[in-house]
Structure formats: structure tokens, C-alpha cells
């Protein structure tokens, strides 16, 4: 739709402007303002009537059209007062050729018309710029797909023939043609034109992969999860168009005011020909101030005022990953006094996380956290991974193990160097009878306080007993008995303590809102303990903790209650409620359905350091906006008396030849304004205070 609007607007603006041209060089006015002359010629005095004729039948009858729904509800607007101004001015002009004037409008008719044109194309083509990013994913579906058989073979079929559940091969390089879960294969695949992460994601079996992205070197086998109108690329275009449909409140600011201007312009032409007539009397000086009131209330600036920095703030967002479903919402965003952040996932990483290491004298906490990875090597569970990650984070390289086991509800075991060790958690300790060395002791107590969980690294004797080798018991707690160590207790030489990782980003992204006067809200399903943690961490002044998922929306209600416009940021599946009763509701990922019907911005990339950017550009374009209004309208406030004669009495009389020259300026100086939004620094910078640690921390 904007781009069939943009290439009408610009045909009509191209083709106008080179008709005005012969009207420009032909009038009377500009010549004498510039000093040229163009040669005369029998008929060169119908150049400008037909030519103005020609540019108002091919450039002004679009707005003639626009303006009907106005005057049809009675509700006139900017197209209304631009039909007015380039009626009044054409019928005026075609007048004064009959009967000879002082003056005829043909030239500020045309450059009326012509500007009005490239306002217009401006508009559309700077919305279409904004979707067009988007626009594009559509491209990157294939037509066809691998789909596998129920026999192991391939075949190529229509992408649209795809069901959720059929399994489709992704070769290396090919798009990934709907959303699915990896069952089969690893590869990398590059997601930068969705999430804007510009390094390709590793894919394992189990991950989720999205329509539209480019499989790397490996091959995938993926189960379709989502086709059509379900799949991320869909939400994501459904968004644009509800951006693109819903209306700036700034904007119905600006037609409201559109409208005003319609019935003052009147008033004041009215005004106009009472006080000539009763001053002097009805003559061609009275029509020709009525005239010159009317054509100078119309609203170049006014009609670019607001559309243009729409348009550049809709481009902004789109390019810097944040979808704009609201513009109101948009706008709103400056006056935020409260954003309120889900915890798990937005402010936290989501998953366990090693955070604090202790050992006891002698051992070294790298030697410790290398040799819990090893035994872990072989689990699966959520604790073992975060061993695995906090080592090679470390750069550590584990030792060699051998016979892994798995000690149900207790742990693992391995053997090191000939010798078992265990890692496991007070269960374990309990089980082997083992006693926690003071130090490790008080380690424990502090991480309870904090609520984290702390697990044990356990050395046993290098002997085993040789009951374990009797075969009279097959039960895995009998077998770790034996085991048990026959000189002496095991000993725990480490203790480390598990938390869910705060996010390096959150740090600044707290200090940055802060900065900005915005107060910082936390709303958690965690205990009190762990929210306390991560709040005092992180610097939030509110928390809200123990709150299940249908009980958010009334955490927001208690902010709201106090008077308070706020902003609810989270993943747009548990925190739909909350999204929903948010004055801004904003989901952090990549456009589920929940997030399009819950959320009035999206952003694309899972980072909160969007959040104070969205506040910034929100700000930033409300400012523009202003800016643009007292142009635009000072313009009007300054020209219509001034053509009305109140001066006239001091010998000062605007003539219509400068007002359109002011009303060009007028215009020009908004353009300029509103480009001027394109400069605005988005980045988040360091501020003083917090300094946020080089890798993800644990609340302390």
C-alpha cells in the first residue's frame, strides 16, 4: 500500500514540478525578485493559466479527494485546509484573467501543490523505508522444501504444503523454510536478519530454529513446528502493518489542529473583508486580502510537521530492532516514571550459573572447578552444564575420567587419577557420611543466605572395598556403600554456589534508566531471598516476589494506582497479563503470537539495553515534534494577521508573494528539523556509579 501511494506521489510530484517550471520563469513576480527576463511570444500570456490549469487537475485533485471524508464527517482536516488553499488560490487565479487584478497566484498555486506532492512522497517513501528491512524476510522463505518420507527418502515440495510435524532436511547454505525444532544435525545458522545478532547461532538437536534463516556448513534434519501465518517472520510483518495503521497521537494532534486552523482561516477572512469594506470599500483589494488570508493559511509545514518525524522515528526503530505495533505507545514512552522488568530471562540469563568457588587450603579453585567438569562430563543436568561452561570459561582444560555414574537424587561419581570423586549436593555429603570442613561450612551458610545452591566436589580414598565386586547386590545405593572410602571419610576440598546469572547488560541497563529519572521495578515468581539478591545487585528500588503469572497485571495496577505511567518488559508468554495492563507493554524476543497480542513493542534482539534506547528515541522524536509544531504554527500565527492588513495602518502589508515565500521557508525548516532526528545517539553509554563486570555475575 506505501509503496503504491509512494510512486504516485512521486510521479505526481516529478511531473508537476517540471509543468511549474514554465509557470515559475513566466511570473511577473519572480522576475522582478530575481532580475531576469524570458522572451515574449504571441500566446505567452496563457503559459501560466494553462500550465497552473494542467498542475492542479494532475497534482491538487488527489487532496480534493482526500479532503471529501472530512467534509463528509464533518470533521474537516489537513486535507481540507490544503483543498481550501489551492481552490481558493486556482479559482482567484482563472479569476483574474477575466478581470485584471493586481495580482494572480499562479505561481505560489503551483509550488503549493508541488510541495504538498513531495511532502507526501517523503511520508510514504520513509514508511516504506521502515518496512522495507521486513519486507525482505518474506523473501528469504524458499519456495520449496526437503520434506523426509516416512521411508527415509526426500522430496521437494512447496513450502506452503508444509504441515506442523513433517520432518524437513535444511542443507548447508539453503534457508530454513519453516519454524522447527532441530531433531537431527548441528550447524550454525545465521539469525542476524531476525534477532540482528550478527554471529551465526549454534544449532544442537532440540533447538529451535526460525523460517527464513540461513543454514550454515552442517546439515539439519528439522521438525516443523509452525507454517504460514504461525511462524515468527509472519508475527513479525503483522506488527509492521499495525505500526504502519495505527495513528501518532502528535499526528491527530496536528490534523485537530488542521482543523482549527480551517475554521480560523474562515473567521479570519471573514474578519478580513468586514474591516476593508467598512475601512475603505468592496473592491478587488478586499477580494484580493481575502484571498491572500486563506492561501497563506494553508499548512505546508503543518503538514509535514509531525508525518516526516514520524516516518524517521518508524525507520529509527525498525533499523535498531524494536517494532513499533502502537505509535501512541511510541509517544507514550517518554513520560515512563516506572518500567517493571520480569526477572528470569530478561534481567537474568535465565539458567544456572557458577558464581562462587571455595575450597579448602591447598587446593587451587581452578584445579577444583576443572576437575568437578570432568566428572560432570557426561550429565545432562542443568548443574553439570553450568560446571562445564563456568571451566572453559576459565579456559580450563578438565582431566581425564572413566567410570561415569550417575547417583540418583545424590549426584555423580567418577574416577580421576585411580581415585573416586564425587560432585553432589548435601544428599551426597549425608550418603558418604562425609564431614564439610569449616571453611566450606561458612561458605555454605553465606550462599543460603543469598538462596543459591551450592554443590559439593568430594575426593575419596583411591581403594575401593571388594565388596563391590561381590555381585551379591544389584542396587545402585548398595553399590555406593561399598564404595565408601575403608580408611577414613571422603573429604570435600570444594564447595560452589549456583545461581541464576544476572545479565552483564542488566548492570547498565539499570544505571542508564536511572539516568534518565526512570524508577526500576522487579516482578518475580522467585523466592523473597533471591529477588533481594538480584535487586540489591543490581540497584532496583521495587520488588515484587512470590507472584504468580495471573497475579502480575495486578502488581502493575498498584504502580498505576499511585499515579505512576508504566512500562512492563518481559517475554510476552507468562507476562501477557502484565504486558497487556502496562500503559507500554514491551516483549523482549523475536515476535511470538502472544507478543502480537499483548505487547505494543517488540524488540527483535533479546537485549533490556533496548529499553532505555526505546526511551531515548521516544523522547528525542516527541522533541522534534514540538519543534516542528511551533515552526509550522508560528508560521500561521505570524502571516494570517499580517495578510488580514493589521499593520496596514503603519504602511506593513504582506503581500501574496511573501507570504508564499515565508511559507516556503516555513517548509523548508521543518524538513530540515525533522531530518535533523536521523543524528540522535541511541547508544548507552558508561555512566558513572555502577561499573558493570566484564563477563555475567551472580547477585551478591
Not at 511549474?20 to 530575481?34: A, D, G, K, M, N
Not at 551458610?445 to 561381590?470: C, F, I, K, M, Q
Request: net charge negative.
Amino acid at each position: 500500500m506505501h509503496e503504491g501511494h509512494e510512486q504516485m506521489f512521486r510521479r505526481r510530484f516529478f511531473v508537476s514540478t517540471l509543468l511549474s517550471i514554465p509557470v515559475l520563469l513566466y511570473s511577473e513576480t519572480l522576475q522582478s525578485w530575481l532580475g531576469f527576463s524570458v522572451p515574449a511570444f504571441p500566446g505567452s500570456e496563457w503559459i501560466n493559466p494553462v500550465f497552473a490549469v494542467i498542475v492542479f487537475a494532475y497534482g491538487g485533485v488527489p487532496f480534493l479527494r482526500m479532503a471529501a471524508p472530512e467534509l463528509e464527517d464533518r470533521s474537516p482536516g489537513m486535507m481540507t485546509l490544503i483543498s481550501m488553499a489551492i481552490t481558493v488560490a486556482f479559482v482567484y487565479s482563472l479569476a483574474s484573467v477575466v478581470f485584471p487584478t493586481q495580482s494572480a497566484f499562479f505561481w505560489e498555486l503551483v509550488t503549493l501543490i508541488d510541495i504538498m506532492l513531495l511532502g507526501h512522497w517523503i511520508e510514504m517513501r520513509s514508511v516504506r523505508r521502515a518496512s522495507s528491512a521486513l519486507d525482505e524476510l518474506a523473501k528469504l522463505l524458499p519456495d520449496t522444501a526437503e520434506r523426509i518420507t516416512e521411508d527415509g527418502e526426500t522430496e521437494e515440495v512447496p513450502v506452503s504444503d508444509l504441515s506442523e510435524g513433517d520432518l524437513a532436511l535444511v542443507r548447508p547454505g539453503a534457508n530454513v523454510p519453516a519454524d522447527g525444532v532441530v531433531e537431527e544435525g548441528d550447524s550454525d545458522v545465521n539469525e542476524s536478519m531476525i534477532t540482528g545478532e550478527s554471529k551465526p547461532v549454534s544449532k544442537d538437536p532440540g533447538d529451535e530454529v526460525i523460517g527464513g534463516t540461513i543454514n550454515g556448513d552442517g546439515s539439519l534434519r528439522v521438525r516443523i513446528s509452525a507454517t504460514g501465518e504461525e511462524t515468527t517472520l509472519a508475527g513479525i510483518m503483522r506488527l509492521v502493518e499495525e505500526a504502519q495503521q495505527s495513528e501518532s497521537r502528535t499526528q491527530m494532534l496536528a490534523d485537530r489542529a488542521a482543523g482549527w486552523l480551517f475554521y480560523v482561516a474562515l473567521a479570519a477572512a471573514v474578519v478580513t473583508a468586514v474591516a476593508w469594506t467598512v475601512a475603505a470599500q468592496f473592491d478587488v483589494t478586499v477580494i484580493e486580502r481575502v484571498v491572500t488570508v486563506l492561501v497563506i493559511a494553508c499548512p505546508h509545514a503543518l503538514g509535514l510537521a509531525i508525518p516526516l518525524v514520524v516516518a524517521i522515528n518508524t525507520s529509527l526503530a525498525a533499523r535498531n530492532g524494536m517494532l513499533i505495533r502502537d505509535r501512541i505507545a511510541m509517544e507514550r514512552a517518554r513520560d515512563l516514571d516506572t518500567i517493571v522488568f520480569d526477572k528470569t530471562g530478561t534481567l537474568t540469563a535465565g539458567e544456572q550459573g557458577v558464581v562462587d568457588v571455595a575450597t579448602v587450603d591447598r587446593v587451587d579453585e581452578d584445579e577444583a572447578l576443572a576437575l568437578a567438569a570432568a566428572v560432570e562430563s557426561d550429565s545432562e543436568h542443568m548443574i553439570a552444564q553450568a560446571m562445564r561452561e563456568a571451566a572453559a570459561d576459565r579456559g580450563l582444560k578438565p582431566p581425564n575420567v572413566s567410570d561415569f555414574e550417575a547417583l540418583k537424587g545424590r549426584g555423580v561419581r567418577a574416577t580421576v587419577d585411580g581415585g573416586a570423586v564425587y560432585v553432589g549436593g548435601p544428599n551426597l555429603l549425608s550418603h558418604l557420611e562425609a564431614e564439610v570442613p569449616p571453611e566450606l561450612a561458612a561458605f555454605a551458610d553465606r550462599a543460603g543466605e543469598n538462596a543459591r545452591t551450592v554443590v559439593y566436589l568430594v575426593r575419596g580414598d583411591d581403594r575401593r572395598d571388594d565388596s563391590s565386586d561381590s555381585g551379591n547386590s544389584s542396587d545402585a545405593g548398595e553399590q555406593v556403600d561399598a564404595e565408601r572410602v575403608t580408611n577414613g571419610q571422603a573429604t570435600p576440598i570444594a564447595a560452589f554456589a549456583l545461581a541464576d546469572v544476572i545479565r552483564e547488560e542488566s548492570y547498565r541497563v539499570v544505571d542508564a534508566l536511572h539516568d534518565l529519572g526512570i524508577e526500576v521495578a522487579m516482578l518475580t515468581g522467585d523466592s523473597e531471598d533471591v529477588a533481594a539478591a538480584v535487586a540489591d545487585e543490581l540497584g532496583i528500588e521495587t520488588v515484587f516476589a512470590e507472584v504468580l503469572p495471573e497475579d502480575k497485571d495486578e502488581k502493575v495496577t498498584e504502580l498505576q494506582d499511585q499515579d505512576k505511567l508504566v512500562a512492563m518488559v518481559g517475554d510476552g508468554v507468562n507476562d501477557a497479563p502484565a504486558l497487556t495492563r502496562a500503559d507500554v507493554g514491551i516483549a523482549i524476543g523475536s515476535g511470538t503470537d502472544v507478543a502480537v497480542q499483548s505487547a505494543d513493542i517488540v524488540l527483535v534482539q533479546n537485549n533490556p539495553m533496548d529499553v532505555p534506547r526505546l526511551v531515548k528515541l521516544s523522547r528525542a522524536s516527541y522533541r522534534k515534534m514540538q519543534e516542528n509544531l511551533v515552526w509550522a504554527a508560528g508560521y500561521n500565527v505570524f502571516a494570517i494577521p499580517l495578510a488580514a492588513g493589521v499593520l496596514a495602518p503603519v504602511g506593513i502589508l504582506l503581500s501574496p508573494a511573501v507570504g508564499a515565500l515565508l511559507m516556503s521557508l516555513s517548509t523548508v525548516i521543518v524538513a530540515i528539523n525533522a531530518q535533523l532526528l536521523r543524528r540522535v545517539d541511541l547508544s548507552i553509554p558508561q555512566l558513572s556509579g555502577l561499573s558493570p563486570p566484564q563477563k555475567a555475575q551472580p547477585a551478591r
